[in-house]
């Protein structure tokens, strides 16, 4: 393992939940490392575990064993420096775009001033410009998701988790949306762990892609993605693509 | 699970929003106007005694005198007064124990079943105790209180308790405080069913306060209800009555006001 210069590292995590004594884990052993400015992509079949992966390395969720370390340290609880996109926007719903942006500076104490500011940088980066004072009900699905990742964003977490960002959107506004995923993530120093249903994606995004097996949750697979930077729509359709996710096909079909 | 996960919260006992739309309207004076004729023309017809059923006219003038000598200001102040005091006791001690509730299992199982219990006396059967062991308005105030308290305190549990999961997982992956989690998101996510409350309860709180004047006092409109009826000035109690409605009416529109304030950003129902 790379262990060394990894930002976030996970030993052997298994999940039981409670109340589903003696019953099948929701993950089981399941080993990752991950590089600093990575960008990783997590796809598995519908209920495989990967939700419960990606709070798990958030620190939202205690693993009944294995363990997580972010940054070297063992991870026992939420971190200000991991940001989390759920798989709703999961706005609240009587702040507007601006202010729902500017929460997590708002919790640490950062003044008005100050945080307004920044948030409009971050409504440019996704480009939103015009909607500052916008309520949740006003926006269409892609703009809250947008909303959701400028405010993971916000307060410039060195680890973005994403949980299947794109899930409820239509496929045109959800390709709109992995490039623009891709161009703000080559502009930050930010390091990416993704949930994706869609093996496309992941292979259009990712630098790496795990990929877990039916429930119990396991490692089945773990690629490098050969293709170069910066990416384009175009590289889907060609061969190289095309034979990386045949593999990860085949990886989740061999159950 | 606990006791309360079942109930719902208490709706508003008032038309909806849809309302507004025909009382901005020639409708709403219109009725008034059919309605004060109808109970005039009926006076006058059935020829009824002015201590049964007096005329509007007769109720006008005494309204007017009643305001003249000073004494219907002065018993409206005093009911005034136990409303608002005993809306904001019973508000505030249904709110923060409603949250305790909400929050804490142990302490719902532990006081659950007294509460429940509490809630089948009625309260005009525990009005002539608070009145005995209160003197003054401190008894006025307390059943107002104990009328809202109940309302309320569901509303509130309710209302914390459909916090969505998901935006406390959140405020958890933000680290937020405690106090934080309470003033961004606990509190503005249970503020409808809330306002829900408080609607009800202003209302309930002017019952309570009439009811214990009723009981025993000195001073109030529950209080000229009683003088009304025992000198056969039934006119006088038509005035308390339509004092009354007025409370309650001006309680209704300051809360749909705060109401609309407060919960601009839901959906608006009249959009449509
Ligand atoms: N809080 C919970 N309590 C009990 N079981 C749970 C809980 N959360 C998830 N599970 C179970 O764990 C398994 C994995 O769930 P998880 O949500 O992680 O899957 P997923 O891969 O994210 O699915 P999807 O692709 O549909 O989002 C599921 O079988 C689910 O029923
Ligand atoms: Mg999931």
Not at chain 1, 119 to 136: K, W, Y
Request: proline share 6%.
């Amino acid at each position: 393992m790379m262990a060394d210069d990894a930002i976030l590292v996970a030993h052997d995590l298994t999940m039981k939940y409670a109340g589903t004594n003696g019953g099948m884990p929701a993950l089981e052993r399941v080993s990752l490392s991950v590089r600093p400015h990575e960008f990783v992509c997590i796809v598995g079949p519908s209920g495989c575990g990967k939700t419960t992966l990606l709070r798990l390395l958030s620190g939202l969720l205690i693993p009944t064993s294995g363990r997580v370390e972010f940054e070297g340290q063992p991870l026992v609880g939420p971190r200000r420096r991991i940001g989390f996109v759920f798989q709703q926007a999961n706005l609240m719903p009587w702040r507007n775009v601006l202010d729902n942006i500017a929460l997590p500076l708002e919790l640490q104490g950062v003044e008005l001033e100050t945080r307004r500011e920044r948030a409009r940088d971050l409504i440019e980066l996704v480009g939103l410009q015009g909607f500052e004072s916008a309520l949740p009900r006003d926006l269409s699905g892609g703009m809250a998701q947008r909303v959701a990742i400028a405010r993971a964003l916000s307060h410039q977490p060195e680890l973005l988790l994403l949980d299947e960002p794109f899930g409820s959107l239509d496929a045109l506004t959800r390709e709109r949306m992995a490039s623009e995923l891709m161009r703000i993530w080559s502009r930050r120093a930010v390091t990416v762990i993704m949930v994706t249903h869609s093996i496309s994606e992941a292979v259009l995004l990712a630098d790496r892609v795990f990929v877990l097996g039916p429930r119990p949750g396991s490692m089945r697979l773990e690629v490098e993605i050969p293709l170069a930077r910066p990416r384009t729509l175009d590289m889907t359709y060609t061969r190289e693509f095309g034979a990386v996710a045949d593999r990860i096909r085949q990886a989740i079909e061999s159950a | 699970m606990g006791l309360f996960n079942q109930t719902k919260p208490t709706p508003a006992t008032y038309p909806p929003h849809g309302i507004r739309r025909w009382q901005q309207a020639w409708v709403v004076p219109l009725s008034l106007i059919v309605a004060v004729a109808l109970w005039q023309v009926t006076a006058e017809v059935s020829r009824l005694p002015a201590f049964m059923l007096p005329s509007p006219v007769e109720v006008w003038s005494r309204l007017l005198r009643a305001v003249s000598d000073g004494s219907l200001v002065r018993h409206t102040w005093t009911t005034l007064g136990e409303v608002l005091g005993g809306l904001s006791l019973g508000m505030s001690v249904a709110l923060s124990l409603g949250y305790l509730l909400a929050k804490s299992p142990t302490a719902e199982r532990l006081l659950a079943p007294y509460i429940v219990a509490s809630q089948s006396i009625p309260t005009v059967a525990i009005a002539p105790l608070l009145v005995i062991w209160f003197p003054g308005r401190l008894s006025k105030i307390l059943v107002a209180a104990l009328i809202v308290f109940f309302p309320v305190l569901v509303n509130s549990i309710v209302g914390v308790r459909s916090v969505p999961e998901e935006l406390k997982d959140l405020m958890r992956s933000l680290r937020a405080t405690r106090w934080q989690v309470f003033a961004k998101l606990e509190a503005p996510a249970a503020m409808p069913v809330i306002l829900g409350g408080l609607k009800v309860g202003a209302t309930l709180s002017v019952i309570g306060a009439v009811v214990g004047e009723f009981v025993g006092s000195d001073a109030g409109l529950g209080f000229l209800i009683n003088v009304g009826r025992g000198q056969y000035d039934t006119a006088l109690v038509f005035v308390a009555i339509m004092v009354l409605i007025v409370m309650a009416l001006g309680f209704y529109a300051i809360v749909d006001r705060l109401e609309r304030r407060l919960l601009r950003w839901r959906a608006d129902p009249t959009r449509e």
